[in-house]
């Protein structure tokens, strides 16, 4: 399909997928469409399944990272992390030294 980049949040593109039986196309229309993107070169496709694809504002990327829970993660954790030792005898010892807290912080 000839993708287009989408400059602002504000636009969107409806895209429809063209194997959905309830597509009522010719293969030339349908490589018509999949070439131009344009949805009045596939003929009918009334009930066929669609996605709307769409640029994130920024407030709205951040909206979805904090949904999927990129800001869930307990800094201490991941420091603590990266600073524990790789052989696991050393390992499984540091791990015991640690405070309660910083053995929450690394299980989140």
């Not at 196309?25 to 949805?39: C, H, I, P, R, V």
């Not at 669609?50 to 979805?64: D, G, N, T």
């Amino acid at each position: 399909m000839a993708l287009h980049f989408l400059t602002s949040s504000e636009m969107s593109i409806d895209v429809v997928v063209t194997c959905d039986s309830a597509v009522e196309a010719t293969e030339e229309q349908k490589a018509a469409y999949l070439d131009s993107g344009k949805l009045e070169d596939l003929g009918s496709h009334e009930g066929a399944t669609m996605f709307r694809l769409k640029a994130l504002s920024p407030s709205e990327r951040e909206e979805c990272e904090v949904r999927a829970g990129a800001y869930t993660r307990s800094e201490l954790g991941r420091l603590l992390w990266v600073q524990a030792p790789v052989d696991p005898t050393e390992r499984a010892r540091w791990h015991h030294a640690l405070t309660e807290d910083e053995r929450e912080a690394m299980a989140s």
